[in-house]
């Protein structure tokens, strides 16, 4: 347990980023064409460093990004349903459009401590987020495999940056950050953002 590299990265494109509505944890849709060539250049990014499994959330869109880079790389692919996106409650399935201008928008994108516990009605607050996600990837400092893929979305991976004081605005489709723990010390560091 002394020494674990984590490469985590966001699920390819669906229709659903593409039309700028909010996913959570709620609507489940499949990757598009765009997000199944995301997930095929990400597994070109991978494929030298060494991952030797891979954890996804139980959603469609990143089980299906972690099983094209699992398929193309010969490693296997495990469910883990603490990597799942947040709950952004009444907004999911919404447009960005039509809440961005919203107060409760506002407190939500705010990454200062005293928004931290904030939640949209019927959702999760980026405190309870950043819980779930880091259980989840301290749990796997038990594995025994030493380079481990983890397969999520933007909001959970955002999310769990807020643990180690990184207060990330945007993550995009196919995008990729290393995470080591070594000997006690956690620490962080944005490997490639392929989308833009």
């Not at 990014?45 to 193309?72: D, H, K, N, V």
């Not at 489709?173 to 620490?187: C, E, H, I, P, V």
Request: proline share 3%; charged share 25%.
């Amino acid at each position: 347990m002394a020494h674990k590299v984590f490469y985590i990265f966001r699920h390819g494109e669906t229709d659903f980023n593409r039309e700028g509505r909010w996913q959570g944890a709620g609507h489940n849709p499949e990757l598009n064409l765009a997000g199944v060539a995301q997930a095929h250049l990400l597994t070109e990014t991978l494929r030298p460093l060494g991952m030797r499994i891979i954890y996804s959330s139980p959603l469609q869109r990143a089980l299906q990004t972690a099983e094209i880079i699992g398929r193309e790389l010969h490693i296997p692919v495990i469910v883990n349903n603490d990597l799942i996106e947040g709950n952004f409650g009444i907004n999911e399935g919404q447009y960005h459009k039509d809440i961005i201008l919203t107060e409760e928008y506002k407190n939500w994108r705010n990454l200062d401590a005293e928004y931290i516990h904030f939640r949209f009605e019927g959702g999760e607050s980026k405190y309870e987020i950043m819980q779930r996600m880091f259980a989840a990837v301290s749990a796997l400092l038990e594995t025994p495999e030493e380079v481990i893929g983890i397969s999520s979305h933007s909001a959970a991976i955002r999310c769990l940056m807020l643990q180690f004081g990184l207060k990330m605005k945007r993550l995009e489709n196919g995008a990729l950050l290393r995470l080591t723990y070594n000997d006690g010390t956690w620490s962080v560091e944005e490997i490639c953002d392929d989308s833009e």
